[in-house]
């Protein structure tokens, strides 16, 4: 009986030893081990930067509607534009719109926005100068500026998307 046991024990020690090592591999390498998926870890935003200087602004920001006669689109055209452009990359609670972010508009947008006389062209350019170099960690940021802009209400971004997230939205809107 004690030989019984003893090998019971055993058993059960390695199988609690084979569970526990388990779950310490799941929750280190899968998003479930990160800082609750969604903080970057590194922004690009500058804390001099326009994209911060926006968000920490009291009075409000309003992009003007009027198309110029160049055929840009007008400024509150290419924010929204953009504003559509980060909801690949962040968590919000509600989503309306949606851009595929491609190098090709980046580098259009980029182009629009140094040609141009929008009043938050270094926004747009700070921007779109990150995520030309495949720089995202400002998103959050950028989508919250212009979200405050449109008086939004619900669907403020939280996060930036995990990549399989990510991979998710792009499927189901671009596909």
């Given at each position: 009986?004690?030989?019984?046991?003893?090998?019971a024990?055993?058993?059960?020690?390695i199988?609690?030893?084979?569970?526990?090592?388990?779950?310490?591999i799941?929750?280190?390498?899968t998003d479930?081990?990160?800082t609750s998926?969604?903080?970057?870890?590194?922004?690009s935003?500058d804390?001099?930067?326009?994209?911060?200087?926006?968000?920490e602004?009291?009075?409000?920001?309003?992009?003007?509607?009027?198309?110029?006669?160049e055929?840009?689109?007008?400024?509150w055209?290419?924010?929204?534009?953009?504003?559509?452009?980060?909801?690949?990359?962040?968590?919000a609670?509600?989503?309306?719109?949606s851009?595929?972010?491609?190098?090709e508009?980046i580098?259009?947008?980029?182009?629009t926005?140094e040609k141009?006389?929008y009043q938050?062209?270094?926004?747009y350019?700070?921007?779109?100068?990150?995520?030309?170099?495949?720089?995202?960690?400002?998103?959050?940021?950028?989508?919250?500026v212009?979200?405050?802009s449109?008086d939004?209400?619900?669907?403020?971004?939280?996060g930036?998307l995990?990549?399989?997230?990510?991979?998710?939205?792009?499927?189901?809107?671009?596909?």
């Amino acid at each position: 009986m004690k030989k019984e046991m003893k090998i019971a024990v055993t058993v059960f020690l390695i199988i609690l030893a084979i569970v526990l090592a388990a779950g310490i591999i799941y929750f280190v390498y899968t998003d479930y081990g990160k800082t609750s998926g969604n903080e970057q870890a590194e922004s690009s935003v500058d804390p001099d930067g326009e994209i911060q200087r926006l968000l920490e602004t009291d009075k409000k920001i309003e992009f003007d509607d009027t198309a110029n006669s160049e055929g840009e689109p007008s400024e509150w055209n290419f924010s929204d534009d953009l504003h559509k452009m980060t909801h690949q990359k962040v968590k919000a609670e509600i989503k309306w719109g949606s851009l595929e972010i491609t190098k090709e508009r980046i580098n259009n947008m980029l182009t629009t926005a140094e040609k141009s006389d929008y009043q938050y062209k270094d926004f747009y350019i700070e921007t779109l100068s990150a995520w030309q170099q495949g720089d995202f960690t400002n998103a959050v940021q950028v989508h919250n500026v212009i979200w405050k802009s449109q008086d939004g209400s619900i669907g403020i971004a939280t996060g930036l998307l995990t990549e399989k997230e990510e991979m998710e939205y792009k499927a189901k809107h671009f596909d």
